[in-house]
Each structure stands twice: as C-alpha cells, then as structure tokens.
C-alpha cells in the first residue's frame, strides 16, 4: 500500500492532522494507523466516572473523517523505515510520502513498592482498560487518587459525587501545582473539600500495602496509612517515542521527539504532533513536558497544512499551555506562567487581580463569583499569564486572554479594551474583571 501522508496514531492529534491534511490537500490520499478500534475523547474521560451514563457516550467518532475520504487501518505499528519510507505493522507494510508521528503518551508508573497488586489504575485512554477501572470503582467503598493535577481533581470530584470516600494525595503544596499560583489554587481545594474530598499536599507515597493481592491502603512517607479499595495514580504521562527513536528522529531533551516550529522533526518528510511531539514555551522557549489535548489538536493543524509547503499564517511560535477545567459548578482556567513560574524563570512582574460578580445585578440566580489574576512584565507591561477562576464563563474567558498572551497585549490595551456586556451574561461593564485587573498595572505603567 502507497499514501500520500500517513499518520500514526488515532486520537485527537492523529484525526486533525488527517483532518487538515485533507481538506488543505484534497488530492492526498491519506491513512489513519492506529492500534485501537475505538478511540476515547481524552478530556471527557474523567466523567466516565459519574456524570456520563456510560463510557459508549465518550466516543470519539471517526464518520466525518471517513466521509471526507481518510482511510483508517487499525493495527499496530512496529517500525519505520526512513530510508525506504516504509511503515511496518504487524500485519502490513505502507509506504508514505509525507509521515506523521501522533503516538500521545502513556501514563507514567512510578516505581513505588506494591504499585503492581490489583486494584491500583493509571487513567489509561484504552477503553477495555478503563471498564476495568470503572468496575474497581463501582465496587470500592474508598478511593485513593495519588496526583492533583487537573486529571486528579476531576477525577476525584467526579468518583465522589458517586458516594465514594476519596482522598485526593499530592507531593506539592497545593492542587494545580503546574497551573496555578497559592491564591487562585486555594479557591479550587476549599470547593473540592466542601463537596467531601480529602486532600493531603506535602505527602508522597512510601508503599502500598495489600491483602491477598489486591490492594487495601496507601502509606505516605510520614507513616501516615489510608485505607483503599481502588487506588488511581495520575501523576503524568511520558510520550510515546520508542518507535521514533529506532527510527533514527532526534530526541529533545525532555524525551519527546524534536520538531521546529512548523512541527517537521529532524528527517525530511516526517512530521510528530501532541503528547510525543516537543513543546517550547511561548516566552522562554525552553522545551516543556505540555500534554493537552487542546494543545495536540493545535499541533495537528500546524502540521497538516505544512506538510506539503510552509505556510507562514499558521506558523506555531511556542505553547501558552492555555486549559480550562470544572469541579461542580467551579470553573478555573489557567493560560501562560504563573506568577511564581515568571519569577523563578527571571522575569520582574506585576500583578493585577480582581473578584467580581459574573452577572449584573448580583441578585441574578445563576451568577458566580469571578476571580481574574493577570500576571505582566514589570517593564513593558505586556501580558505573561493569566489565571480565572468563576462558572461557566471561565472557558472563554481564559481563551480571550490566551489570544491575548500570544498577540503580545499590555495591561494598557487590556485595561482599555472594548467588550459587550449584559446582564444574564456577563459581569457589569463597570467590574469587567479583565479590565479591572489590568487597570492598576496600566495606570503604574503611565506613572512611570
């Protein structure tokens, strides 16, 4: 079999950049190899845990993609071969002129003793794996998850509205460690503890213990034993490189495959997007361990339209690591470095931040308190990160204010800018929170 792009792998990266690939060159043929048949919508897999009926409802569906005449082969990949340009599966062999790594990742496992005894899950994006995890939890009483990044807390938030006894364990001193500075990541821990989560921060797993094999506690360094029926570990995921790496593409340091900013690797013809694809930081261009889907489908689009000629306009010029997340009914989203991140990266900073009422009057029923931190450079005042915290509103907020970061804003032009209000929708054009936030910086700014 011959194509003219092929990509390896089938979840978000994998379907967009066959998606762009398709519709930027509709004379391409264009092949899909993945391993499994039925692919999950990464971000909706927390809620298999209880606001979805069943885990059938977080399919992601392939039909539009086959209408536009992209072929799937569900197999295995075992090897590349650069020089003839060869893909080789378990069953077959498949020549391609363009290529395209899309591999994701696989939740790390840490070496911590009895990790492998029954009961204890990573949150894997295979759907027979996770069934698996669903029946543990439906038959668990207590449930441990040991990582509170934003797929611990969903997680978490979601097993306990089941009834369960959770306890949410993180190493740092906070819940949103990466996302997050103190102030905006207490708001999210008081909301998870007031709905019945249990969080331990500054305490790491020593062992688990278990009876007849499966496991039935959890204990922390500082001899501290929680009991456990099911224990879920969420504390990253690595990239899946091993077949790049035998191929021969460049590695990046932090073990992802090397790509330029048009998302070519280091051989000709051969593209990587998502989890196993290098990120830099928009600011530092320091390479980052960013795994989102949000992010893998934004590297998907770079890559398949590039993949026959550059094309400037959609040039990927670094990650804001922008995301949005909910426990509920609160909101949080986070775009950018955090205020402790730009300081230990060396950036002089001032912050501005404001609390409002995401509706006007505050006396409307569905209204939510909005919480709006905006960390800029001291110097020029341009925008370096973002963190909201409020209802629904939050997604497109945070999303406003990550165009934002990339277009290079300052707290003059934010404090300044020109929004359409209402009542059942927004906060009042008086206590516009972006503005706010922005006003105190932009005014020391014209001070100086």
């Known amino acids: 079999?011959?194509?003219?792009v092929v990509v390896l792998g089938g979840s978000a990266a994998g379907l967009i950049a066959a998606k762009s690939a398709k519709l930027s060159f509709p004379g391409k043929k264009v092949?899909?190899?993945?391993k499994e048949e039925i692919s999950l919508i990464p971000c909706g897999i927390p809620y298999i845990f209880s606001r979805l009926k069943s885990i059938d409802d977080d399919i992601m569906g392939i039909d539009p993609l086959k209408k536009l005449g992209v072929e799937f082969l569900i197999d295995e990949v075992i090897r590349?071969?650069?020089?003839?340009k060869k893909v080789f599966t378990l069953k077959e062999s498949v020549e391609y002129e363009k290529l395209v790594f899309a591999l994701g990742s696989t939740p790390f496992v840490p070496p911590i003793e009895g990790i492998k005894n029954d009961g204890i899950f990573t949150i894997s994006k295979d759907y027979n794996y996770l069934q698996n995890v669903l029946e543990s939890i439906r038959e668990a009483r207590k449930v441990v998850v040991i990582g509170a990044g934003f797929i611990g807390v969903e997680v978490s938030d979601e097993i306990r509205k089941s009834g369960k006894d959770v306890t949410l364990v993180e190493a740092m001193d906070r819940v949103l460690p990466l996302a997050f500075d103190e102030d905006i990541a207490s708001v999210v821990a008081d909301k998870l503890s007031s709905n019945g989560v249990t969080i331990k921060t500054n305490s790491r797993v020593k062992r688990f213990s278990a009876a007849g094999g499966h496991v039935n506690a959890v204990e922390l360094e500082d001899g501290e034993k929680i009991e456990a029926d099911t224990v879920i570990v969420s504390i990253g995921y690595r990239p899946n490189t091993k077949i790049a790496k035998e191929a021969g593409l460049f590695i990046g340091k932090n073990g992802s495959i090397w790509t330029d900013e048009y998302?070519?690797?280091?051989?000709?013809?051969?593209f990587a997007a998502?989890?196993?694809?290098?990120?830099?930081?928009?600011?530092?261009?320091?390479?980052?361990?960013?795994?989102?889907?949000?992010?893998?489908?934004f590297d998907a689009r770079v890559a398949g339209c590039n993949l026959f000629g550059l094309k400037v306009i959609r040039e990927n010029k670094g990650n804001i690591s922008i995301f949005s997340s909910a426990i509920n009914g609160l909101a949080m989203g986070a775009a950018g470095v955090t205020e402790a991140t730009a300081r230990v990266e060396g950036f002089e900073v001032e912050v501005g931040k404001f609390t409002a009422i995401d509706r006007h009057p505050g006396a409307i029923e569905d209204k939510s308190q909005q919480i709006v931190k905006l960390v800029f450079s001291k110097h020029n005042g341009?925008?370096?990160g973002a963190q909201v915290v409020t209802g629904k509103s939050t997604g497109e907020l945070i999303n406003?204010?990550?165009?934002?970061?990339?277009?290079?804003?300052?707290?003059?032009?934010?404090?300044?800018?020109?929004?359409?209000?209402?009542?059942?929708?927004?906060?009042?054009?008086?206590?516009?929170?972006?503005?706010?936030?922005?006003?105190?910086?932009a005014r020391n700014i014209c001070l100086k």
Not at 275 to 297: G, N, P, Q, W, Y
């Open 400 to 441: 406003i204010l990550g165009l934002a970061i990339q277009k290079g804003m300052t707290a003059v032009e934010l404090a300044t800018l020109q929004v359409g209000t209402h009542p059942l929708l927004t906060a009042a054009p008086t206590m516009y929170p972006i503005i706010i936030a922005a006003e105190s910086v």
């Open 80 to 84: 590349v071969d650069i020089t003839s």
């Open 31 to 34: 092949l899909i190899i993945r």
């Open 274 to 297: 998502g989890d196993c694809a290098e990120h830099k930081d928009f600011f530092t261009r320091k390479a980052t361990k960013l795994m989102l889907a949000s992010t893998a489908t």
């Open 382 to 384: 341009i925008l370096l």
């Open 1 to 4: 079999m011959k194509y003219d």
């Open 263 to 270: 998302l070519r690797t280091s051989e000709k013809d051969i």
